[in-house]
Every structure is written in C-alpha cells, then in structure tokens.
C-alpha cells in the first residue's frame, strides 16, 4: 500500500496547516490504513510518512541508522534540493545546524551548550525570567480589556527571554523576530521575507538571503565575545574548541541561527495555541487559578496539542525495518510530531485540549533521542512562569473573534489570537 494521494497532498500543504483540522483529519485516516507507508507525490522525492508516536520513537532510537544529515531536514521539492547544494557546495541543508548533523559531529556541537540547559543550570534564570513575564503581563493589561495575544506577548515574551539567554541586546530583538519569521514561514505572504506569495525558486532565494543577514549579524557578534567572553550562549559558541579548534564558519552560523529562531518561535507559537485552547474552554482559568499545580499538565497539554515543530525528515544508512515494514538505505522519512501527538493509541480523546492529563504527558513535540529539543527545560520553564503570573492578574479571558494560523507546513502556530479579558 501507498498513502493515498490526496492525504499526502494535504499532509504537505501549508495552508492545510494554517486550517488545521484537513491536516488533523487526514493524520487520523493515515494512522488507520498506512500508518508508516510512502507518500508519492509530483516533484518530490518519494517518502515515508510516520504516523505513530511509537514508531516515531523507534525512528530517533536509531540515530546510526537514521541520519539527520544526509538529506534535507525539513520537506522540500526536488529542485529546491538541487538548489541548495549548489549554494552549499553540495550540502543538503541551506543550514549545518545541530538538526542537520550526526555522529561525533552532533555530539560534540551538543555538548557545547548542553550542559547550560540542564533543569539544574536554567534554575538561577527564573527570577529573571519571572521579572520578563511581569512586564509582559503588565504590557498585556495596558490594552484594556483586548489583545492579539500572539502578536502583543506570545510573539515577544520568548524571544526577550532567548535573547537574553543568549547575550543578543534587546534593541537587535525586532530584527531578530523578522529574520525568524521569514525562516519559518515562508509560504506565508503576511510574514515572509518577500511579503508576497512566492515560486519556489523565489522562495529558496529569500531564504538565502535571510541566511546571508543572520550570518552577517552573527559575524559581529563573534568577534565581540572572543573579545570578551561571557556565560551567555552566544559566548559559549564563540569561544567553543572541538580538539583545540574553533568552529568552523558553517557550524558556528548554524548554532547562533537555530538557538536564536528555534529558540522562541516554537514557544511563542506554544504560548499563542494554549491561550487560543484556554479562551474557547469556560472554567479552564478558574480551575487553574483553584489549583495552580495544574499549570505544568496546561504546559505540557499546550506542547502536545500545539506541536509547533510539524515534522523533521530522516533518511536510513541502511536496509532495515520498522513495524514490519522494509526500508531501504537512501530512504527518506518523515517524523510527523503532528500525527505522533495525536495517537489514539496514546491519549484518550486526543482532539480535545485537557489539562487532566498530568504532567507527565508523553507528548513527542520536542523529539525523542539524541536529536531532543536542546531548549526543552527553558520552554517550559519559560511557559510555566507566564501563565503563573498572567494567572494571578486574569479574571476572565475568552475569544475575540477568529483566530489564525501561519500558512506553513514546518515550524507554525497561530499568528492571530483576538481576546477579550477582564482583571482582578
Ligand atoms: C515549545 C517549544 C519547543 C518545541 C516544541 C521544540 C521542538 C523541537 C524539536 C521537535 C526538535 C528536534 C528533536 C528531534 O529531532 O528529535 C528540537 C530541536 C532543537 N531545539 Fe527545540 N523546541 C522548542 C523550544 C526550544 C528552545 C526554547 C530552544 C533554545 C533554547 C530550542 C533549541 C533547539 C535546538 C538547539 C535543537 C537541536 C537539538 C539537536 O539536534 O541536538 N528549542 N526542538
């Protein structure tokens, strides 16, 4: 069997995702009849769709068999592909970043930063990220009663916290936020680079470019702390040796670029969709304002139903097989974290946003193995100590009209989310 053509079609189509039920509907029809089949679709490579979390897991289980490397690590057409080895001197990806490397490479790179992300190593940040929160809380209730919360704190609350995390001044945020936006959401004519819907071929050559001013920027900053070094992340890498070296150009551009555009879009995207979920579901405040302990299970329902990383590809070293089925060295596979954090076989009811699920929830939104969100501890931490001090001040919040989703099938999450609030 195949996947049938029209789900894979929806499955890859970005505006499917900004609408999010086709894409949820089609997930929970390849799950039942093709749950790890391939999907064959005009101008691109043939892959593998892997639908179930358990599978998903035995997948990132394997990181000898399963490259990130090889191939590009998010789905693209096959000219793009040839697009961007000629711009990378034959390299997959338009990026070399800890996604799209393996083996000692990825383990060394990891291990540069990993230990300053640790629950432990975070914990000295929260006192200051709790002063981020209340400003933002307080910036929030300026409106008077109504807000775009993904525009007016979900899009900015994060991205002062990475950037502090990191060393980047708080004037070089606004910037920072446009070049991430057009990384992420390309296919989208409201934030893209062009702002304008785009061919592929415009579209490669704007993420080009928005990878050339990243790396223009992130020059300067690493001259700044091989001058003078601090414990910030942008310092670590800067100053980072692998046997006595430095990084090299490609690998250190690719670290500065995802901790600074992972780093909060994914949980600005997170903040947006649990606020979206809270303000549809009448009493889901007062229960967490009753018993504010449930604000870590509202964390991890929020991650698991906003899943705001959609896929990562793989491709296999060699021939193996997963869930009976043969794969073949070369093949190329898609991770749905998606479909994964919508398993029936995981969660009762996995269409309804709950926050009776605990907090130990194992939602796979931030991967699973080597590869696992570097910045997961930071993320919810982060979450975690918004909604408690948005909790305090909130006496009611509900929807303000429709919300809206970026046209994007990668990393996405609501860009909209109208609300009408009242205070204590
Ligand atoms: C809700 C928020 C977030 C989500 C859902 C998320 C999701 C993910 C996912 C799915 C991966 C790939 C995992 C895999 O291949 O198994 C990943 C990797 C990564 N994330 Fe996050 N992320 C979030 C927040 C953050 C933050 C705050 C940071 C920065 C501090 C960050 C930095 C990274 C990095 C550096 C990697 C690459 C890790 C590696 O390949 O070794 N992420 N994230």
Redesign the pocket.
């Known amino acids: 069997m195949a996947v049938a053509k029209e789900l894979a079609e929806t499955i890859i189509d970005p505006k499917a995702y900004s609408l999010r039920d086709p894409v949820d509907a089609a997930f929970r029809t390849i799950r039942a009849q093709t749950p790890l089949d391939v999907a064959t679709l005009d101008d691109v490579e043939p892959f593998w769709v892997v639908s179930r979390h358990a599978d998903i897991k035995e997948i990132?289980r394997q990181p000898d068999i399963f490259h990130n490397g090889d191939k590009s690590t998010f789905l693209t057409n096959m000219e793009g592909n040839e697009k961007v080895k000629m711009l990378t001197g034959g390299e997959p990806n338009l990026i070399r970043s800890?996604?799209s490397v393996d083996g000692l490479e990825?383990k060394n790179l990891?291990g540069i930063v990993f230990p300053h992300?640790t629950p432990r190593a975070i914990r000295p940040l929260e006192d200051r990220i709790r002063e981020i929160a209340r400003d933002f809380v307080d910036h929030m209730l300026t409106f008077d009663g109504e807000c775009d919360f993904a525009q007016d704190v979900a899009f900015l609350y994060p991205l002062r916290v990475?950037m502090t995390?990191l060393g980047v001044p708080q004037e070089d945020e606004a910037f920072m936020l446009k070049l991430t936006q057009e990384l992420f959401n390309n296919a989208d004519p409201e934030l893209n680079r062009a702002r304008a819907e785009l061919t592929p071929e415009e579209a490669l050559k704007s993420l080009w470019e928005t990878t050339m001013e990243l790396e223009n920027y992130f020059a300067a900053v690493t001259k700044k702390f091989r001058d003078n070094p601090t414990d910030q992340v942008n310092s670590l890498i800067a100053n980072a040796k692998i046997d006595g070296e430095y990084l090299n150009h490609r690998q250190m551009m690719g670290y500065y670029i995802?901790?600074a555009t992972?780093?909060?879009d994914?949980?600005s995207n997170?903040a947006a969709g649990a606020m979206w979920a809270m303000a549809e579901r009448p009493g889901m405040l007062e229960a967490m304002q009753a018993n504010p302990d449930l604000i870590n299970a509202f964390v991890e329902e929020s991650?698991r139903w906003e899943v705001?990383?959609k896929h990562?590809m793989r491709s296999a070293v060699s021939d193996t097989e997963i869930a009976g089925q043969k794969i073949r060295a070369g093949d190329w596979l898609m991770l749905s974290?998606q479909s994964g954090n919508r398993d029936e076989a995981v969660w009762d009811d996995p269409f309804d946003f709950r926050i009776d699920r605990g907090s130990s929830n194992p939602q796979i939104?931030?991967?699973?193995?080597?590869?696992?969100?570097?910045?997961?501890h930071?993320?919810r931490m982060e979450m975690r100590i918004l909604w408690e001090e948005l909790f305090k001040r909130l006496k009611s919040v509900e929807m303000n009209g429709q919300g809206e989703r970026t046209i994007s099938n990668f990393v996405c999450g609501p860009k909209h989310v109208p609300v009408r609030f009242t205070v204590q």
């Not at 939104?365 to 997961?376: E, K, R, S």
């Open positions: 990132e800890l996604v990825h990891r992300v990475i995390v995802i901790a992972a780093g909060h994914t949980t997170t991650i705001p990383v990562f974290y939104a931030f991967g699973y193995g080597v590869h696992v969100c570097l910045g997961q930071l993320a």
